[in-house]
């Protein structure tokens, strides 16, 4: 009788075992640093628009208002009004902050 190779039913469950164990625990540590990736993505984008907003006041002489301000000036797109994490931001005096 010819003997074939395979992975017995065994084998096949620890397999399946080990790579749930493996899911157990790297979903959580994924999940953990989300808040904070998009919390640098927030400051970054902050700082895109603080650029636009010094160059708005060079070409202008005068500074933005508002973020529409931008926008009409095409210094943004209209779909640039918010950060990463869905909060929109401000510009008060020059300086661009994140809306409580």
Known sequence: MKKE??????EMMI???V????L??????????????QDK?????????QAQVQAYEIEKNALPE???????AQYLNSNETSC???KPIQIVG???TESP
């Open 5 to 10: 190779d395979g992975f017995t039913l065994i």
């Open 15 to 17: 397999v399946l075992l």
């Open 19 to 22: 790579i749930s164990v493996l």
């Open 24 to 37: 157990v625990i790297t979903i959580p540590n994924i999940t953990k640093h989300t808040s904070n990736i």
């Open 41 to 49: 993505g927030c400051e970054a984008f902050i700082k895109m628009v």
């Open 66 to 72: 508002t973020v529409a301000d931008l926008v009409a």
């Open 84 to 86: 990463p994490n869905g």
């Open 94 to 96: 020059g300086t661009v």
